[in-house]
């Protein structure tokens, strides 16, 4: 009995840092965000990077862009639309004031991601998703939780606002 | 004699095509910093992903910190001091706030890299570099062109600061 419950907290304890480690390691799977079930793709910690995001107001948020593979060629070709079986990455953190960096500064000028908040991916499937300008949407706490319906409904009226293929994010280079 | 001038202004237009993208494409060699003989790494733009930074007082910065693959593993093992080998990168760019994504937002509060301002990449070698903590410390323009002797001696008086083996950037999960 002692032996069970052992092994039950084991696999409890494990599941718990599966879950609470899925988007800081880029581990995939996971729960399947709503309306376009979309989950967390597999090694996205390792795609390279598009551009960096620094977003006040009531975001306080840093982000790092990250794109896989086909996302990083259409970029570098400047080629617009996106091809089916982009991905689009965003890790935000919040922006915070590095204690360390500023005290070599002498002032407070130094600012760093702190703890993870969120990650978000957006996916070209031309067909899949036709209506929401081809992409699918998704949120993942930082706990891997998706975000609910409301929250990926707002997604895609505020991305066809973009210039380029309902994409903000230009690559720097 | 006006086709000789036409290659010469081609060739003379290609060098500089090769020379102000030096930094930008990852593309990698030109001339080597001063000190420590750093050339600009090959590929490095493919590099995975770090952390990114904000810089303030003088700077106005923007950054991304990209690293080999020896760098990302002794980041993800937490791993100090860095092994021999590791090469960090930090590319630069001006702090520049979005009027695009800020007309959506309805208020300012967007801000991406604008142009690049400069790479600059640390590498580990604890021999070659034994007087300096192990490290050598490399500047380039965005133009390619290496920072001068003058700013490379500034490099490591300043980074032996840092808490982790010289290094202030710390690992965005």
């Known amino acids: 009995m002692r032996w069970i419950a052992f092994l039950l907290i084991g696999v409890a304890a494990g599941i718990g840092v599966i879950v609470l480690t899925a988007p800081a390691s880029g581990q995939g799977g996971g729960e399947a965000a709503p309306i376009f079930g979309i989950k967390i793709p597999l090694g996205y ?17 840093f982000a790092s862009i990250l794109g896989n593979d086909a996302a990083i060629k259409a970029y570098r070709n400047e080629k617009l639309p996106f091809p089916d079986g982009t991905v689009i990455a965003a890790l935000h953190y919040s922006h915070a004031s590095s204690e360390e960096n500023n005290k070599v500064f002498g002032r407070s000028q130094s600012f760093v ?15 899949k998703y036709a209506t929401t300008g081809g992409w699918g949407f998704a949120h993942f706490n930082k706990d891997g939780k998706p975000g609910d319906e409301a929250l990926l409904k707002t997604c895609s009226p505020c991305h066809a606002k973009a210039s380029r293929d309902f994409v903000f994010t230009q690559y720097a280079p």
């Open 45 to 61: 910690r390792d795609w390279r990077l598009i551009s960096v995001a620094h977003e006040e107001g009531d975001l306080h948020s």
């Open 113 to 127: 991601p702190g703890p993870p908040t969120n990650v978000q991916f957006m996916v070209k499937d031309s067909r």
